[in-house]
T-cell receptor, first 112, second 114 residues
C-alpha cells in the first residue's frame, strides 16, 4: 500500500528565513497531494494542495512542488513569521479522501 | 473558522465506561470522517461515511463504532473505554462530489482513560 515519508520531523528557522519540508510517496498512482497545518489545540487546516498534472503551485508565501518521476513533493514557506509555527502534514491519495495517507508531521519552529 | 463542532473538548473517564464523542457540521457535507491522533503525530482514519446510513471502517482498526442517522451528525461511541483508547479524536467533513476536496476538521476531543 501507499506509504508517505516526511522530513524533517522538527525544523527550526529564523524569522524571515525560508522553510522547506519534504515528502516522498511510494504509490505511483497517487495524484493528489495536500498540505495541512495544525496549530496547537486545533484540528488540521488545508493550506495548499497540488494535483499530478501540475508541477508547482503558489499561494502568497507558500508554494508546493511535485516531482512525479522521483515521487516526492515539497512545501516551501518564504519570509517565515511567528504565526507559521505549527505542525505541518503532507498527504497523498489517488483522488479520494478515504485513501489519504498522511506523513508523520513536521514541527516548524520560527525563532524570533 | 471551522463549521464543524466536537464535544467534549476534553474527557477523562474510568476504564469500562461507555462514552460517546459528538461531532456536528453545519456545511451540509455528505462525507464525514473520524481520525485518531496522538498529539503532534500522524493521523489515522478509523471511520468514514459517504452519507446518511453509510459507515465504513478506516485503515486503523478501532473498537469504536459510529452512526450516521442525520447528515450533520456523526457520533463515535466506545462501549467500554480502556487506557489504550487514550488519544485525540478528530472529526472532519468534506464537500460532496467526486474526487478530493479539502477536509474541514473540528478541534478534536482529547480522551484520557484512567
Amino acid at each position: 500500500g501507499e506509504n508517505v515519508e516526511q522530513h524533517p520531523s522538527t525544523l527550526s528557522v529564523q524569522e524571515g528565513d525560508s522553510a522547506v519540508i519534504k515528502c516522498t510517496y511510494s504509490d505511483s498512482a497517487s495524484n493528489y497531494f495536500p498540505w495541512y497545518k495544525q496549530e496547537l489545540g486545533k484540528g488540521p487546516q488545508l493550506i495548499i494542495d497540488i494535483r499530478s498534472n501540475v508541477g508547482e503551485k503558489k499561494d502568497q508565501r507558500i508554494a508546493v512542488t511535485l516531482n512525479k518521476t522521483a515521487k516526492h513533493f515539497s512545501l516551501h514557506i518564504t519570509e517565515t513569521q511567528p504565526e507559521d509555527s505549527a505542525v505541518y502534514f503532507c498527504a497523498a491519495s489517488v483522488e479520494s479522501n478515504y485513501q489519504l495517507i498522511w506523513g508523520a508531521g513536521t514541527k516548524l519552529i520560527i525563532k524570533p | 473558522e471551522a463549521d464543524i463542532y466536537q464535544t467534549p473538548r476534553y474527557l477523562v473517564i474510568g476504564t469500562g465506561k461507555k462514552i460517546t464523542l459528538e461531532c456536528s457540521q453545519t456545511m451540509g457535507h455528505d462525507k464525514m470522517y473520524w481520525y485518531q491522533q496522538d498529539p503532534g503525530m500522524e493521523l489515522h482514519l478509523i471511520h468514514y461515511s459517504y452519507g446518511v446510513n453509510s459507515t465504513e471502517k478506516g485503515d486503523l482498526s478501532s473498537e469504536s463504532t459510529v452512526s450516521r442517522i442525520r447528515t450533520e451528525h456523526f457520533p463515535l461511541t466506545l462501549e467500554s473505554a480502556r487506557p489504550s483508547h487514550t488519544s485525540q479524536y478528530l472529526c472532519a467533513s468534506s464537500d460532496p462530489g467526486q474526487g478530493s476536496s479539502p477536509l474541514h476538521f473540528g478541534n478534536g476531543t482529547r480522551l484520557t482513560v484512567t
